[in-house]
Nanobody
Framework: QVQLVESGGGLVQPGGSLRLSCAASGITFTLYRMAWYRQAPGKQRELVSTITTSASTDYADSAKGRFTISRDDAKNTVYLQMNSLKPEDTAVYYC?????????WGRGTQVTVSS
């Protein structure tokens, strides 16, 4: 059974930092491109960042310079370090694992940026 379990969300003040984690099980992690998406209330889910099997990374313009994605293949875990958080970063953050036609999602973790 495939499971992606996100953690690390919470309430943080503007300018603060959070580190999200996504632990994967039931997949051969090293084969999967991993990604973080987010969905704010009333908005469509949007891609935040991706990391390939060779650890190449890409970021949405809104995340560039503030967020860093990384993966630890030994721990089957992908991370998203988020710095300089803004109120507009408030959303549910989802982990995604993709390999060819296979795509799996976690249940999400809430990030709220507010003073």
């Amino acid at each position: 059974q495939v499971q992606l379990v996100e953690s690390g969300g919470g309430l943080v003040q503007p300018g603060g930092s959070l580190r999200l984690s996504c632990a994967a099980s039931g997949i051969t992690f090293t084969l999967y491109r991993m990604a973080w998406y987010r969905q704010a209330p009333g908005k469509q889910r949007e891609l935040v960042s991706t990391i390939t099997t060779s650890a190449s990374t890409d970021y949405a313009d809104s995340a560039k310079g503030r967020f860093t994605i990384s993966r630890d293949d030994a721990k089957n875990t992908v991370y998203l370090q988020m710095n300089s958080l803004k109120p507009e970063d408030t959303a549910v953050y989802y982990c995604n694992a993709e390999f060819k036609t296979l795509s799996y999602w976690g249940r999400g973790t809430q990030v709220t940026v507010s003073s």
